[in-house]
C-alpha cells in the first residue's frame, strides 16, 4: 500500500520560500497514471489545492498560485517536492501530499508550516 510522509521546517520567515518533500513508500511515483499532489489547509479554513505532478513527469499549478510555486520530483528518492516562494502569514497551513492511484485518494499526515517572523 502506498504511503506519503511530509518532512521540511515548520517555521519559515516572511520573504523567504517554504520547501517540504513528500517521501513516497511501497510504489512508484513514475508508475503510469499516478498524480501526486500538494494541497494545504490554512488555520480555520478549507483544503486548497496548489498543484500536482503526474507520473509524467508533467506539472499542473493553481492558477492563484503558479508565480511562486514549483513542483518537483526526485525518481531516485521516490520523493516530490513544494517550493512555496515569497511567503507570507496568510501561507500558514498544514500542508499535504496526496496521491490519486487508481481513483482512490492517499494522504499523508501533513506538516505544520509556520510563517512568521
Known amino acids: 500500500q502506498v504511503q506519503l510522509q511530509e518532512s521540511g521546517p515548520g517555521l519559515v520567515k516572511p520573504s523567504q520560500t517554504l520547501s517540504l518533500t513528500c517521501t513516497v513508500s511501497?510504489?512508484?511515483?513514475?508508475?503510469?497514471?499516478?498524480?501526486w499532489s500538494w494541497i494545504r489547509q490554512p488555520p480555520g479554513k478549507g483544503l486548497e489545492w496548489m498543484g500536482a505532478?503526474?507520473?509524467?513527469?508533467?506539472?499542473y499549478y493553481s492558477p492563484s498560485l503558479k508565480s511562486h510555486t514549483s513542483i518537483s520530483r526526485d525518481t531516485a528518492k521516490n520523493q516530490f517536492s513544494l517550493q512555496l516562494s515569497s511567503v507570507t502569514p496568510e501561507d500558514t497551513a498544514v500542508y499535504y501530499c496526496?496521491?490519486?492511484?487508481?481513483?482512490?485518494?492517499?494522504w499523508g499526515k501533513g506538516v505544520l508550516v509556520t510563517v512568521s517572523s
Open positions: 496526496n496521491a490519486i492511484i487508481n481513483f482512490m485518494s492517499r
Open positions: 511501497g510504489g512508484s511515483i513514475t508508475t503510469n497514471y499516478y498524480y
Open positions: 505532478i503526474h507520473w509524467d513527469g508533467s506539472t
